[in-house]
T-cell receptor
């Protein structure tokens, strides 16, 4: 059984640029959630995708957008990068939504200069 | 609004010195309380899910308990490899995390 994978591992961008992060969900999981984790903080919920539809969103601006594909892999896109977007971006997959356990990938470390 | 508070923020233990981490929460309609372990620069690793008050789960040196207002993660006779940040999260909708407790176990 393959766990959650994310790419790339690290990324450096400059302010104003756009970035795409990728996530492959665990085998059999149809739900993907994305989180942002700043240094020393707990992960903050960005949004969730269930069977290719956005299923909820946290307190993040519209420049954070996403997609889920038929194989349940997912992308997180961030436009007009700001310095405060520097963080560890985590993807988690689960069998369903709310109460099901979410399994996390290793994360993508984004640095915005 | 869902809220999760973890204490202490940091804890230093000698190897073999048992202790407990606390997670206090307020949530409208608890659907699950989760404990994760996170090593520096890595993704959280799932430990336990608790669904109802009175429930307990164990794994090696760790035991998680749940009441209506808080959860405890008990660490019995910890080893240096237990050093990590322990995160608590509740879900009414999406996972709502606390800031974590950073645990350091010294030999």
């Amino acid at each position: 059984e393959t766990g959650v994978t994310q790419s790339p591992t690290h990324l450096i961008k400059t302010r104003g640029q756009q970035v795409t992060l990728r996530c492959s969900s665990q085998s059999g999981h149809n739900t993907v959630s994305w989180y942002q984790q700043a240094l020393g903080q707990g992960p903050q919920f960005i949004f969730q995708y269930y069977r290719e539809e956005e299923n909820g969103r946290g307190n993040f601006p519209p420049r954070f957008s996403g997609l889920q594909f038929p194989n349940y892999s997912s992308e997180l896109n961030v436009n007009a990068l700001e310095l405060d977007d520097s963080a560890l971006y985590l993807c988690a997959s689960s069998l369903g939504t709310s109460s099901d356990t979410q399994y996390f990938g290793p994360g993508t470390r984004l640095t915005v200069l | 609004e869902d809220q999760v508070t973890q204490s202490p923020e940091a804890l230093r233990l000698q190897e073999g010195e048992s202790s407990s981490l606390n997670c206090s929460y307020t949530v409208s309609g608890l659907r699950g309380l989760f404990w994760y372990r996170q090593d520096p620069g890595k993704g959280p690793e799932f430990l336990f899910t608790l669904y109802s008050a009175g429930e307990e789960k164990e794994k090696e040196r760790l035991k998680a308990t749940l009441t209506k207002k808080e959860s405890f993660l008990h660490i019995t006779a910890p080893k240096p490899e237990d050093s990590a940040t322990y995160l608590c999260a509740v879900t009414g909708y999406a996972l709502n995390f606390g800031k974590g407790t950073s645990l350091l176990v010294t030999p």
